[in-house]
């Protein structure tokens, strides 16, 4: 019998057990209700695959590239904060599981670790993730940080400006812990101490009022390139590619900054035309599939991003726990793109799956029986 998870459902399970209840309820949880939580995943259930006979599909690959860096499969690891709430090593155990595995971490500012010490024990391709705050210079010397460390694109979060209510951390009375990346600067008249519950920030730094413009001038005024994070909107794609983005990632943030969107797939065929082609579209939220990731790639995303999944590969096993949760990821893909005809994922489309049933499509409808 065997013994490992054979799932992400499983490591969450055994997760659960390990990770201190705030910790965990503060990195499952959502906004509210958590309605779009628990929809997301009936969505991507809901979208049928539809197998292909007699295709050649012995030597398949799951390489890609994204921001002209290849990766050896479509999942990268998503910005998520405080690592070191599910394993001690925290970051460092993480970004040597992304290039382990060949992809692409983002960290977020809010890590456990610097931005530095990630960067110095990585192997593979590291972006950086921050936000829009009130002061310019800060907003650019985050970004030259990252840039001097040897960070390859900068994740700018959109989506992240007002505060959420989470009703678990509420009633968990949750603070979570600062982050170094921003402990020892000076923010005006005191010392910024990170609240875990706070957007990114106290609210008396963060640039709320930011639009499009601030955009441009962040894209023209930094030497990486920008990928935004946290796209819903057809429109909000254009405006991304039309001011300096170079990839936007599809996102609601996990469900935890808004509930009742609809689940990012819903809303990734509506931002893949809108951008064009202008920018890579990527998408996070709810993958726990390697058939996710195919119906992902099939309605037009370049790669997806996993969040929760690597907390719980983190508390299972530390690194070997985050690469064990990316494998699984990767031999559900393959094995879903041998099935379907596709040897690569560039053959992936949207022939590959059916989002309403064919026997809706094909059956008389009683109105044409009167």
């Not at 013994?3 to 209840?21: D, K, S």
Request: hydrophobic share 45%; proline share 5%.
């Amino acid at each position: 019998m065997a013994t490992e998870p054979v799932n992400i459902f499983e490591y969450e399970q055994i997760a659960r057990e390990r990770i201190e209840q705030g910790h965990y309820d503060f990195i499952a949880g959502g906004a509210t209700d958590e309605i779009t939580i628990r929809r997301t995943r009936a969505v991507y259930d809901s979208i049928m695959l539809r197998p292909r006979m007699m295709v050649d599909v012995e030597n398949r690959s799951m390489a890609t590239t994204v921001l002209g860096q290849e990766i050896a499969l479509p999942v990268m690891l998503d910005p998520a904060g405080n690592h070191g709430a599910a394993h001690p090593e925290a970051e460092i155990a993480t970004v040597q599981a992304a290039g382990a595995m060949g992809t692409v971490m983002v960290l977020s500012s809010h890590a456990s670790r610097t931005l530095e010490d990630v960067a110095a024990s990585a192997s593979g391709p590291l972006w950086f993730q921050q936000y829009f705050f009130k002061d310019r210079g800060l907003t650019l010397e985050m970004a030259a940080r990252a840039e001097e460390a040897g960070y390859s694109a900068i994740c700018m979060t959109l989506d992240a400006k007002i505060k959420p209510k989470r009703e678990r951390n509420i009633r968990n009375d949750y603070v979570g812990a600062e982050s170094p990346n921003y402990a020892q600067l000076d923010l005006g008249t005191h010392t910024w101490k990170f609240a875990a519950d706070a957007p990114a920030g106290p609210s008396d730094i963060r640039d709320v009022a930011s639009t499009w413009d601030d955009l441009d001038w962040f894209a023209s005024s930094i030497n990486l390139p920008v990928v935004v994070k946290g796209i819903m909107a057809g429109e909000d794609g254009r405006l991304s590619a039309e001011n300096g983005a170079k990839a936007v990632i599809v996102s609601n943030h996990g469900g935890r900054y808004l509930d009742t969107t609809p689940a990012t797939i819903e809303v990734l065929p509506e931002v893949v035309n809108s951008v064009a082609g202008n920018a890579e579209v990527y998408l996070d939220g709810g993958v726990r599939r390697g058939t996710d990731i195919f119906k992902a790639l099939a309605l037009g995303a370049r790669s997806v991003l996993i969040g929760r999944p690597l907390f719980w590969g983190l508390a299972v096993d530390g690194s070997p726990g985050v690469a064990a949760v990316l494998e699984l990821l990767r031999d559900e893909l393959d094995a879903t793109m041998g099935m379907c005809g596709c040897p690569t994922v560039e053959s992936i489309s949207s022939a590959t799956i059916d989002t309403v049933s064919p026997l809706l499509a094909s059956f008389p409808s009683p109105a044409d029986f009167r």
